[in-house]
């Protein structure tokens, strides 16, 4: 894992891989949208193609589906005599009729029967409530027992074989997997096979007429609903998942009406046609496009990587090589380069040429302020015993108790100011107006810094300078507001609490200038906050 972690460190500190990287990376990902809505856009367009043509296919199929009037007389007469009939019989018929005797039709009727493979049980089975006088089924024992049945059988046959085998070469021709007709049954959970003919290659056994099956999952149930129900003249479904072990496929279903009537009506369906295509062909050409769109991106990726990094190496890593390298000649010697065209002799790539500039640019400024910084030092020593003097001028400003005010029983003050920089704009002050009268004061300025104590001590200034004249608190503070309101270009302003203490009494006049409230502090209740309006 540390080898693969140094591995990876050591490609990304190189600048040289990291834009081939880049590049491959950014390629790829490109490739793979672009392929990605390729592959979406070709897929959608070839399985509507596909579909179509599946749909096409079982509309030629309904043009055979002309003969359904004795669909009933197929199921009477049962699905196995239709299939013997259909492979034992109709497919070679030629070389029967050449054996058949039509001077004795009982004994060629009972042979040919047993060729077929059809049983005399089998007979006796069929349905004869189905069949009128006219071609009424004989019971056995009755006189030519079995010339009649084999022209009723016929009669009923024929017509379903010539479908059936119209059906067979459609879905070979075609390439279609199977095509049957069925009738589901009301529920539309299950139906009945009517005719089944898969195709050649499909792998498919078919179905006995008659036969009843489940309907298959994937919309079966609510595409034979929309036929009976709602009247549509075409479904479509893929199936691709829920197979139970079969291929994917495509099923078209179109609805075969009485007399394969073209006018629609929901009510005269006789069943649903289906024709169902094997997904081989759409699965391989989506496989193909997938392969063979890799393939040429494979192809691309190598040919432009091949040039990439050519253009690379000749256009930026060797002109960077030697900006870097100038780089560090600078950042040891500190001295100027003895080549004065740096620029000039960099490629033609307008950024490189722009770093090379600015690395002659940088090495001229750095000298130039190796120079300034050492003036600025000086100047910079000096300022900062200027400020610290400032500082301790205004320091001394503040008032000290033992002082500035003489001993009095009567009152006790203690102050302490630590300001956010070496010089600033909060102060306070406390001062004797007269022999029973103290001034109490707390300002802060509305910023820091030398301005804000020089706005200070004149705004100290004035506050003392009035309160030594009387009044109250409002009075003063109102006085001082207007013369600094007078002339301030700068915007500053002071908020300020002022009290005035009355020693013999104890009452406090006091004012409020946009400043925090004071916390008053009692042997009862302890500290509180005097919460004030503002102004006068």
């Not at 050591?10 to 949208?33: D, E, L, P, Q, R």
């Not at 489940?214 to 998942?241: L, Q």
């Not at 770093?355 to 020593?381: G, Q």
């Not at 006049?509 to 005097?530: K, L, Q, S, V």
Request: proline share 3%; charged share 25%.
């Amino acid at each position: 894992m540390k080898a693969i972690r140094r591995i990876f460190n050591k490609f990304f500190s190189n600048i040289y891989a990291v834009m081939i990287g880049m590049f491959v990376i950014s390629f790829t990902i490109f490739a793979i949208i672009v392929e990605g809505v390729g592959y979406l856009a070709f897929t959608s367009s070839f399985t509507e193609e596909y579909k179509e043509s599946v749909y096409k296919s079982d509309l030629v199929a309904a043009n055979y589906m002309e003969d359904l009037t004795e669909i009933d007389k197929w199921q009477a007469v049962g699905g196995s005599i239709l299939d013997k009939y259909y492979y034992g019989y109709f497919l070679d018929y030629q070389t029967y009729d050449k054996e058949f005797d039509y001077e004795n039709v009982e004994k060629s009727a009972k042979i040919l029967f047993d060729q077929m493979g059809i049983t005399d049980e089998e007979l006796e089975a069929i349905d004869k409530k189905l069949f009128t006088d006219y071609d009424k089924i004989p019971e056995p024992g009755d006189r030519n027992y079995y010339t009649r049945m084999y022209y009723t059988i016929e009669s009923v046959a024929y017509a379903y074989s010539n479908i059936k085998q119209d059906l067979y070469l459609l879905a070979n021709s075609q390439n279609l997997s199977v095509i049957y007709f069925i009738i589901p049954d009301k529920d539309y959970k299950t139906y009945t096979s009517i005719i089944n003919c898969p195709g050649a290659k499909s792998g498919y056994t078919p179905w006995e007429p008659g036969s009843k099956h489940d309907t298959s999952p994937g919309g079966f149930e609510e595409a034979f609903k929309r036929i009976y129900e709602e009247g549509s003249e075409k479904e479509i479904i893929v199936r691709d998942k829920d197979l139970n072990g079969a291929k994917p496929h495509v099923t078209a279903m179109v609805p075969i009406y009485e007399n394969n009537a073209e006018t629609v009506n929901k009510d005269k369906i006789v069943g649903v046609l289906c024709a169902q295509r094997f997904m081989d062909e759409l699965i391989t050409s989506r496989r193909n496009f997938v392969q063979g769109v890799s393939a040429i991106t494979v192809m691309l990726l190598i040919i432009l990587t091949v040039l990439v990094i050519r253009f690379i190496k000749k256009r930026v890593i060797v002109p960077l090589e030697k900006v870097s390298r100038e780089a560090e000649r600078f950042a040891h010697e500190t001295s100027r380069s003895e080549d004065s065209t740096l620029a000039e002799n960099e490629g033609t790539i307008r950024e490189i040429k722009s770093l090379a500039s600015a690395i002659e640019k940088m090495e001229d400024d750095t000298l130039k302020n190796i120079d300034e910084i050492t003036n600025m030092t000086r100047n910079s020593e000096r300022m900062g015993y200027e400020v610290s003097l400032a500082s301790q001028i205004q320091q001394g400003m503040l008032p000290v108790k033992e002082k500035d005010l003489k001993y009095d029983p009567r009152y006790d003050v203690h102050a302490l100011m630590d300001p956010a920089k070496e010089v600033g704009g909060d102060f306070f002050d406390f001062f004797m107006i007269d022999d029973n009268h103290i001034a109490i004061l707390v300002a802060d300025v509305s910023d820091k810094g030398v301005a804000a104590a020089f706005f200070m001590a004149i705004t100290k200034t004035l506050i003392k300078s009035r309160a030594r004249l009387g009044g109250s608190a409002s009075e003063i503070l109102t006085y001082t507001d207007r013369l600094v309101a007078e002339k301030n270009p700068a915007g500053m302003f002071v908020t300020v609490w002022l009290g005035i203490v009355d020693l013999n009494t104890g009452y406090v006049n006091a004012c409020n200038a946009g400043h925090d409230y004071p916390a008053i502090m009692t042997e009862r209740d302890g500290y509180t906050i005097d919460k004030v309006q503002h102004g006068p």
